[in-house]
């Protein structure tokens, strides 16, 4: 039992799991702002535009319900329509704004200014030939 304890805690204290637990938790935070965005900023104005109606209330009804003797004996059936256009319109805004981070993102990665590559150590052959070219140099100075 403490082997399994053990390789679980290699495991879980892995860079790669414990990044990927602070991408969720603040994926899940940036979902939660996403929908706030959605809700009370985008779709106010759209609301006006469908003459005061949801988006989220729009629904297909399939079967009226049967009301008898003020009591439901039949639900409605219906496909919530609005609900799925609300969720289909959360995912574009919060893929658009990932997009726009990474290309951000990608952006300040380029404008770096680049270190000048330090030259590389000559090799043996090249250091041969600068020695051959020092003497060289030296005879035809005699």
């Not at 602070?22 to 104005?45: E, Q, R, T, Y």
């Not at 300040?108 to 680049?114: D, G, I, S, V």
């Amino acid at each position: 039992m403490s082997k399994l304890v053990s390789e679980f805690k290699e495991f879980a204290m892995r860079g790669n799991v414990m990044d990927m637990a602070v991408g969720i938790i603040i994926g899940g935070a940036f979902g939660k702002i996403v929908s706030s965005l959605v809700a009370d900023v985008i779709m106010p104005p759209i609301t006006l535009l469908t003459s005061g109606s949801n988006i989220e209330d729009l629904k297909w009804v399939l079967r009226e319900a049967v009301i008898e003797g003020g009591e439901i004996t039949r639900p409605e059936v219906a496909m919530t329509v609005g609900t799925f256009l609300q969720a289909v319109l959360d995912f574009f805004i919060i893929a658009f704004v990932i997009f726009m981070l990474i290309k951000g993102m990608n952006k300040l990665r380029k404008a770096k200014p680049e270190e000048p590559a330090t030259p590389a150590e000559p090799s043996d052959e090249v250091k041969l030939l600068g020695e051959i070219k020092e003497l060289l140099k030296k005879q035809a100075e005699k």
